[in-house]
């Protein structure tokens, strides 16, 4: 465990001037000897130091030129930045122009060069991280690297020229401000000039939450996560379900483990509903509660590898046996699921509650467990007025949904497999009411919290938060679910992991299911978000994701991204990270108990109330 404060953040002279030649730097000095007066000209000072090779690089003809450092140690105590090379240079080419480039086809991509150590294509995957006071980024590349600027002018425009050959990587355009306003819209400008973004809703969102008496101190700086219980799972887990009530449950190949919700974690009560022969077809990757968390629907994936599924199986928790087998079908037509999920925040703990959502790639539906025929109503087909609120090509393939939560009143968010977020009204769903544009990634996960002002959007390299709060023209506060945004929409937050902690998440290092909090309670709010990257569970405060002031948030071009979390390590991949209820927050926690399970054990973690 640990946080993303360590030695990576500031690399001082003293790092880099003990790899270099003490004589080297002093051999000139010695030649150059001051006669003049003893209050030298600024002249005599400027070529003192260069002579002592402090201030400019050794080759003024070099074309970009950058010092190279490279990390080594991992998150050992011995871990260090060394200089890979003293004097280097970056360029920014064209694949198909690049000598060294032996990728076949015909695609052709910005790549980052710099010297003869570091070629990578321009994209989220380098995790680029920028330390404007210190002329600096940090990226990965089959390693942990940084450059830095001779001038703070060389540093901006690197970024600059980065940030221009991602959008045409990812976009297939080039990087002018018309071909932006193509891309995300007029009515986006803060996410084109994040700059001149209104950042108002963020700043009062902030300032409501802090002077809020009835929202508990968030985890900040040193409180601590202490592991309460491990357990042996059984292996194979495929999902994790917790529910509000009594009991929580691990989906895996043998069946439905129960576990007891307590305080300070989730404890084996040893009891396993184990699938019978012929009762599924396959191991559920899905366990979705209802009906007062009295039974389970079970989501079973037709082919290895891909989500859809063309039914799915009832659980009776209290008998432990499926007790009916539903199919997706309409008008005498089989359909398939991608995902399914409650109709509102709370509607598991309803024990009446009898309908539930349904995604597919063009088709987002309500299914009725009372009506045989399945759907009780259409939301969007691949030939519904939905795409009316899209542009471009890729909508003629279809909407492409890939996710999707639902608010506590029901309104419904979407994220599509180009990084579109759609949100549905609980009363209007058969068109967007928002549509925020993709940031170049795949939406793999999404959330939203109770009150639905906030979204959480996850993508392979990176979180983004979105503010859906607005002021309409009558001066009331809304949000992007109950009426259309306008053009003062507020840019998102980016949540990313450092380029060493990336580095360190293993091979399996892309974020997945990133999660708020959980609340069931009107006024209540969400404290944390979790997300999973590989081995780890990071952990975001989310009072200080919103606060505009803080310290990450300084010295940045473009999309503001938040670096300050902490990290549960495991020692394999994890499978799911949840927080539990927050009825399960004890008095000396700010939060509810973590959750996280890996293909063979659960463990549960509480965050200290006490300060190290």
């Known amino acids: 465990m640990g946080t993303s404060q360590s030695r990576e953040d500031y690399i001082t002279d003293s790092d880099y001037e003990e790899e270099e030649s003490s004589e080297d730097q002093y051999d000139d000095a010695q030649d150059s000897t001051a006669t003049s007066s003893s209050s030298p000209s600024l002249d005599d000072i400027d070529a003192k130091l260069k002579s002592l090779k402090l201030k400019y690089p050794q080759n003024p003809n070099v074309v970009n030129p950058v010092k190279l450092y490279l990390h080594i140690g991992g998150n050992t105590p011995k871990a260090k930045w060394i200089v890979s090379d003293k004097l280097t240079s970056y360029k920014f080419v064209k694949s198909d122009d690049d000598e060294d480039d032996d990728v076949d086809g015909n695609e052709s991509f910005w790549v980052l060069k710099i010297g003869v150590k570091v070629r990578a294509k321009v994209s989220t995957d380098v995790q680029l991280k920028m330390f404007g006071d210190q002329r600096r980024v940090d990226f990965v590349c089959d390693g942990v690297w940084a450059i830095k600027f001779f001038t703070d002018q060389d540093y901006r425009v690197f970024v600059t020229k ?30 084109i000039k994040p700059e001149e973004a209104d950042d108002s809703m963020w700043e009062d969102a902030y300032d409501d939450l802090d002077k ?26 495929q999902s994790l379900t917790l529910g509000a009530l009594d009991n929580s449950f691990l989906v895996n190949d043998l069946g439905v483990q129960v576990y007891r919700n307590m305080n300070r974690g989730i404890h084996g009560k040893g009891i396993c509903v184990k699938f019978e022969g012929g009762e599924l077809k396959s191991t559920p990757q899905k366990g979705m509660l209802m009906r007062g968390e009295m039974n389970m629907m079970l989501m079973s994936p037709m082919n290895q590898g891909k989500p859809h599924s063309s039914g799915i199986s009832q659980l009776d928790i209290e008998t432990g046996k499926i007790v009916t087998e539903w199919k997706f079908g309409k008008d005498g037509a089989d359909l398939k699921m991608r995902d399914i999920t409650n109709d509102t925040k709370g509607a598991q703990l309803d024990p009446s509650e009898s309908t539930f959502l349904g995604l597919d790639d063009n088709a987002l539906c309500q299914w009725d467990t009372r009506d045989r025929k399945g759907i009780v109503q259409n939301l969007a087909f691949s030939d519904s007025p939905v795409l009316n609120w899209t542009q471009g090509h890729q909508f003629s393939r279809g909407t492409n949904f890939m996710c999707f939560a639902s608010t506590g009143d029901g309104s419904i968010v979407v994220g599509s497999l180009d990084g579109k977020i759609r949100l549905y009204s609980k009363t209007s769903m058969r068109m967007a009411k928002t549509a925020f544009p993709g940031l170049g990634s795949p939406i793999t996960h999404v959330d939203v919290t109770y009150d639905g002002k906030w979204i959480l959007g996850t993508t392979d390299t990176y979180l983004v938060l979105i503010c859906t709060l607005f002021i309409d023209k009558d001066g009331k506060t809304k949000t ?38 959980w609340v069931t309670e009107s006024g209540k709010q969400e404290r944390h978000l979790v997300a999973t990257v590989g081995k780890f569970s990071v952990i975001w405060d989310f009072d200080r994701v919103k606060n505009t002031g803080h310290d990450c948030y300084r010295n940045q071009q473009g999309l503001k991204s938040c670096y300050c979390y902490k990290i549960v390590l495991k020692d394999e991949s994890i499978v799911e990270s949840r927080f539990m209820h927050d009825k399960y927050a004890v008095s000396d926690s700010p939060e509810a108990p973590l959750v996280v399970a890996t293909p063979a054990k659960v463990s549960s973690f509480s965050l200290s109330g006490s300060r190290r």
């Not at 990812?170 to 986006?188: L, Q």
């Not at 902690?501 to 997945?512: M, P, W």
């Open 212 to 237: 809020s008496a009835n929202v508990a101190t968030p985890v900040r700086g040193n409180r601590e996560l202490m592991e309460e219980f491990e357990e042996v799972a059984n292996g194979g887990v």
């Open 162 to 191: 980065f940030q221009d050959c991602l959008f045409e990587n990812v976009y297939g355009v080039e990087a002018t401000e018309s071909n932006k306003i193509k891309v995300y819209g007029k009515d986006f400008i803060g996410w």
């Open 480 to 517: 992007g679910f109950s009426g259309r945004m306008g053009n003062k929409i507020p840019a998102p937050r980016l949540l990313k992991l450092t380029p060493l902690d990336s580095h360190l998440a293993g091979t399996d290092n892309k974020f997945h299911g990133g999660h708020f909090s």
